[in-house]
């Protein structure tokens, strides 16, 4: 009743046969199975080994960052709790992985830090203001220079939005333009490097330019701009940011000649600057804007989280605390520059007047001879690819006296035909 059920011959006895099959290797898999968690338990136990081998000997490197920290406060990842009071082991958001919390000299390096704290950004800002002798300036600490003038660009400009700056300069204003879908217009300088602030209005105002770059001291040339003629083009074009890019601003012959001081009363006047080159600190990657607290929230939007690392921040400290100390090199390195002007224009050459740690120099009838004959000698200089010129950065008194001779040798070897009559770009 209910119908008869049929099945082919044989159909029965190959589904047992596979149901055997199935049985006999889930049986070997679980004999199996304790050998296969007990290998994977030794790898565990091995990692866990080494990560507390790297944990101790990263302890006596750690520990001498404790100095640069020693004003550094943690603060929670996204408003999350403060784990300084945390002293037991396991894990948590920051990554920690066991022991005493409390007592970890690495601490500082695997909490999350929400930018600068309260209290270690307080202090970054005051020390550059009293460094800078500026008052009532919002001064922002950042990452280098370059991120700052990313984050400009990516506040500022953007698809169907337009920079211009004026070359030779700084090739990464115009590299970064291009990688934030920025136009980017490449204006003209005049004689000797020169700009007027006629000039810059008239080609920016042909580019529609959004964003005007002005770079002072100058990256090749060292030649800066006086503040009036940057004032002059902030009047004008009060519809763009003027970006001063002052990475060289503390090699200036006259302190007057930045920018500074224009930004009380220019609010669309910005200045960056960096502690790699006056504070020798390029491997910290510090540097920071200058600018009214308008343009400072724009960048917060656009700025990612966590852009200062926690060694970034008390390095930039240290430094700061001691920025006496290390800018006395400074007025050393101009020392050696402005004789380096001095020695190179009594040896027939053309050098431009320089307010940055380097001197681009002319007259070579072949630059690129001269570069390797100095390097033979041991002497490497950067050649800038503008036709009959080197540049050369001042170093200290050895090694300035050694460029020096190696350079007279080669222009007095009347066979290497360095020189020429002619000077300037």
Known sequence: ???????????????????????????????????????????????????????????????????????????????????????????????YFGGDASADPAKGLREYEASLSAKAKEDVIRRLARALSLAG??????????????????????RNRS??????????????ARSTQTAWVDGERGSGFSLSAESIVAQAT??????????????????????????????????????????Y?????????????????????VVSRTMSKAFGLAGARVGYLVADDSVVSAIQLVRLPYHLGAHTQSIALVALRHAPLLLENVERIKEQRDRIVAELTAMGLVPEPSDANFVLFGGLSDGAKVWS???????????????????VTAGTLEETT???????????????????????G
């Open 1 to 95: 009743m209910g119908g008869s059920q049929s099945t082919q011959p044989g159909t029965q006895g190959n589904l047992g046969n596979r149901v055997g099959q199935a049985a006999s290797a889930a049986g070997q898999a679980f004999a199996a199975a304790p050998g296969a968690i007990d290998r994977a338990a030794q790898t565990v136990t091995a990692i866990t080994q080494s990560a507390q081998g790297l944990h101790q000997a990263l302890g006596p490197a750690t520990n001498t960052l404790r100095l640069a920290m020693e004003n550094y406060k943690h603060g929670g990842a996204y408003g999350g709790c403060d784990c300084d009071g945390y002293t037991g082991g396991g894990y948590y958001d920051g990554g």
């Open 137 to 158: 300036i919002n001064v922002d600490p950042d990452g280098d220079l370059d991120e700052i003038i990313q984050q400009l660009f990516m506040a500022f400009g953007g």
């Open 373 to 391: 004959a100095l390097v033979e000698r041991g002497v490497l200089v950067r050649d800038v690819g503008l036709a009959g010129m080197l540049r």
């Open 249 to 269: 601003g503390e090699f200036l012959r006259e302190r007057a000649k930045s920018a500074l001081g224009l930004l009380s009363q220019a609010k669309n006047v």
């Open 402 to 424: 050694i460029f020096l001779d190696s350079l007279r040798a080669i222009i007095n070897d009347k066979s290497a035909n360095a020189t020429n009559s002619e000077s300037k």
């Open 163 to 176: 920079a211009i700056g004026f070359v030779p300069s700084y090739s990464m204003h115009s590299n970064i």
């Open 206 to 247: 042909r580019a529609s330019a959004n964003l005007i770059f002005l770079t002072s001291p100058n990256n090749p040339t060292g030649t800066s701009l006086d503040p009036t003629i940057i004032q002059v083009v902030a009047a004008a074009m009060q519809s763009a940011l003027i970006v001063v890019d002052e990475a």
